[in-house]
């Protein structure tokens, strides 16, 4: 979606979402769920404490994964007026998409919660359903390094929906809404910031959406990297290091302002390096290039560069 002149992100392409309130790691929502047929069980299933947790999730793991989930819906809602809730007991559910619900007076509830946050639990109340948690997938968690202007801690989710819902009505946040592929928005050549480079790029390596979701649904639980970017300066331009490039540092100071600064072409810097996951940014080009990298629970990119049309 494009983001309106006045909202966070002006006039850029991005996914939908927003800031997670108090509210949305409310005791009420995991009674709500329970009162669904959810367990203990089913709420402990959302988080694999094997690994070193990122520092999203570090604060009581399994809480924050339900409260980050529902911020995901919530802030859906109020952009886009797409509800993914439920109302079918656990016992009834199959299959691996979310469940939406369209029978309530989207605007009235938009307006309401984008005034009070607190109003999505009544709206699930009243409505008799539930957010549908199970059904977003924990894909990926990027940090902003502190040197920008403004700092965003994001937790990505994947959900998949078997039809595209009809009757999509945006806020007054998001000027235009579209559901386009990975590759339809490349070929549209507009420009979206790394993250959303990066994670549709990736998307892009499972055509299949049942399988996609299938992969997702199966590495959800495993929230142990942070994609953090390292900045460094050569003399003829700037790289952004992900982790597992070998010029990524091995240990991490979150709220290191410092740029590195190394006296060499962004070409010898790459040349010198086994394994590349980095953004380069010259006066010639922006581009993402991936060699040898695998991480791990996750998707392996094919050694390329790619192209990064960065705002």
Known sequence: MTRTRSASFANSVVFPGGVSEPVDGSPRWSQLLSSFGYTEQDFEALHHPAGEITPIFQDNPIQRHIALRITAIRETFEELGLLICSRQRKGDRTGLWADTIAD???KYWQERLTKDPAAFNTLCEEHKCYPDIWSLHYWSNWLTPIKFPKRFDTAFFVAALENKPEGIKSSSEVADVEWLT??????SNRELYPPQIYEL??????????????????????????????????NDGLLSLL??????????????????FIDKPILELREGCQTLHRLEFSKKSKQLIIQNYKPEHHITMEDKTYLANIA
């Open 104 to 106: 309530i007076d989207v």
């Open 182 to 187: 990975p590759a339809e928005v490349f070929k």
């Open 201 to 234: 790029y990736r998307l892009a390596h499972v055509k299949d959406l049942s399988k996609l979701i299938q992969f997702a649904k199966q590495r959800s639980g495993h929230a142990t990297e942070v994609s953090y970017p390292v900045l460094v300066k050569a």
């Open 243 to 260: 982790p597992g490039d070998d010029l990524y540092p091995t240990s991490l100071d979150f709220n290191d302002n410092t740029i590195k």
